[in-house]
């Protein structure tokens, strides 16, 4: 299974028909995936993540471009039972204990996994015999993980699992998906969370407005996104005196200036042993999605906002 | 693969659902013993040459058994919005075999209220030979096919909240012209009747008079309906499949 690969999307567009006329959801995107990757699919809300999982799953037709899983149209590989899905949305069905409901699922595929074992993986053993219709929301988000892991898959695909989840079942689902990944399964899981994929994804491709801006190893990426920006008011200061350790470029706004940083901690720090009388300071996150607008030819090099303060 | 284990539980949810047992089971049988037991003693109901007995126990397995396979297709509507049938897509189970599941559920749950009213029956005096049992249980579950495509296509086309009062409503007038209340004297309405499937499956009880119990413009009609709402839920299926 070493370097053979998994997903291959070349040039996938996808339009949708809206009121407001047609919203060009996915602009170009190709991915490839060797087998045994970890990867994940980070953008912002609207980034056409669900779009591209669609049509990989082929759940929807792109208007233009290929996809090839496992070798093969998609459908092929769904209906071989080699993909394990778990959509963003979707309830279970009733009257079904969490138990019966993984059991019927596993009676679909050739190679099924042991219901026990995966209720025990997923950490809802305990619940096994509870009736699906009274779980809670973390619970009913588990459950959905186990009806994706008992299939056995070669290919697991994720399109943002963790959104209904409390931080405990989080902590509780990351490791599972470790621990099924680690026997040679590869993941493809959807996320607008940045810590997601730089804690869980051994790489990832960033979407913004329908186009890959970034793709590459986790780390890398979050250091391209993951810029902070620090605001202060320094009298008297050149700036080039402000371009401290940790800061990428300064630049001055009216009586502050600000400070975009690749290590904010750091600068902000240097700044104040630097300059003791430094006031008004405000820390702020780039914000992940003006981050992403950043990585995009459209928005690229121009400032990052940052709020307002009044003084 | 074991699609025997799908069907189970796809069995066991039809029959922990309550709304199941009041509606495919509980309302015929309650309706049935409400119309038959004061007219017990009615050896030839309406002229019909049958008893009230064996008339209301035919009608209202009819309308019980139509009511559970309409139904059971139409519980596609509830998956559909779950987000469940889309999740079945991405498995090896193909659309033909979950549309087999649904109607072999909703056949079992049929023949489950068909024992039910033949139970009822019996305790008012009805008496048949075997060959007319199993010829009036053939007819019923011949005469069930158009109600299993259409509960599918129905499960495609309407939304959630529409398939109650559409299943209440269709039910309500094909078993009213299809005479489950009272036999159809020669006329009009007989001959409108006629063209509608759920006319035939009441028709069923006939076999007690000895004979094919279905005439031959039957079994046209049956199998026309069948043709012809099988076609249009393939068509609803693929529609709505096709959307994206």
Redesign the interface.
Same mark, same amino acid.
Request: net charge positive; no cysteine.
């Given at each position: 299974m070493t370097e053979t690969t998994v997903v291959k999307l070349e040039g996938l567009e996808k339009s949708f028909r809206t009121p407001k006329g047609p919203l060009a959801a996915v602009r170009g995107v190709d991915i490839t995936i060797a087998a045994g990757e970890i990867v994940a699919l980070l953008g912002p809300n609207g980034a056409g993540k669900s779009t591209t999982i669609?049509m990989l799953?082929g *759940? %929807?037709?792109p208007d233009a471009g290929t996809v090839s899983v496992l070798g093969g149209a998609p459908a092929d590989a769904?209906?071989?039972?080699a993909?394990g899905?778990m959509?963003q949305?979707? &309830? *279970?069905?009733?009257?079904?204990s969490v138990r019966?409901?993984v %059991?019927?699922?596993a &009676? *679909?595929?050739?190679r099924p996994l042991d219901v026990d074992e995966v209720l025990q993986l997923v950490g809802i053993d305990a619940i096994a015999g509870r009736r699906t219709q009274k779980l809670s929301g973390g619970e009913t988000q588990r459950a959905r993980f186990a009806?994706a892991l008992v &299939?056995n898959p070669q290919l697991l695909v994720l399109d943002e699992p963790t959104v209904a989840m409390d931080v405990e079942s989080r902590h509780a689902f990351w490791a599972t998906m470790r621990t099924f990944a680690s026997q040679g399964a590869t993941v493809l899981f959807a996320t607008h969370q940045l810590e997601e994929a730089d804690a869980h994804a051994d790489r990832a491709v960033v979407m913004a407005e329908g186009r890959i801006v970034a793709d590459g190893p986790t780390n890398e990426i979050k250091a391209k996104v993951g810029l902070r920006t620090i605001r202060a008011t320094v009298p008297g200061a050149p700036l080039a005196a402000l371009m401290l350790p940790g800061v990428e470029s300064v630049e001055r706004r009216g009586e502050a200036v600000i400070l975009r940083c690749t290590d904010a901690d750091r600068a902000l720090r240097a700044l104040l042993e630097a300059f003791p009388e430094a006031r008004g300071i405000e820390l702020a996150g780039a914000g992940l999605e003006q981050a992403f607008l950043e990585l995009t030819s459209v928005n690229g090099g121009s400032e990052l906002p940052v709020k307002e303060i009044v003084q | 693969?074991?699609?025997s284990?799908?069907i189970r539980?796809?069995l066991?949810?039809n029959f !922990?659902?309550r709304r199941f047992f009041v509606f495919t089971i509980g309302f015929p049988l309650a309706l049935f013993l409400l119309i038959a037991v004061p007219n017990r003693h009615e050896d030839n109901l309406g002229g019909s040459g049958i008893s009230a007995p064996l008339y209301f126990m035919v009608g209202l397995a009819a309308l019980g058994t139509m009511n559970a396979v309409v139904g059971g297709g139409a519980r596609i509507a509830f998956?559909r919005v779950?987000?469940?049938t !889309?999740?079945? !897509? +991405?498995?090896? +189970? !193909?659309p033909r075999a979950y549309f087999g599941t649904k109607v072999a559920a909703a056949y079992l749950s049929a023949l489950l209220t068909i024992a039910v009213l033949y139970a009822a029956g019996i305790g008012l005096g009805v008496s048949l030979s075997t060959g007319a049992w199993l010829q009036m249980t053939a007819l019923l579950l011949v005469g069930l096919l158009p109600f299993a495509a259409l509960g599918i296509m129905l499960g495609h086309l309407l939304g959630v909240e529409a398939v109650g009062p559409t299943i209440g409503g269709l039910s309500g007038v094909l078993g009213f012209l299809g005479g489950v209340w009272f036999p159809l004297g020669d006329g009009v309405m007989r001959d409108i009747a006629q063209a509608l499937p759920s006319f035939w499956l009441v028709q069923a009880s006939h076999v007690s008079l000895g004979g094919p119990g279905w005439s031959t413009t039957g079994w046209l009609v049956v199998a026309g309906w069948t043709v012809l709402l099988s076609l249009l839920a393939v068509y609803a299926y693929r529609r709505d499949t096709a959307r994206?």
């Open positions: 669609d799953l *759940l %929807t037709r769904t209906g071989a039972g993909v899905v959509l949305t979707g &309830s *279970l069905i009733r009257d079904l019966e409901l %059991t019927m699922m &009676s *679909l595929y050739p009806l &299939s | 693969m074991k699609t284990t799908f539980y796809e066991m949810r !922990r659902n998956e779950t987000g469940w !889309r999740q079945l !897509r +991405l498995t090896p +189970l !193909r994206a």
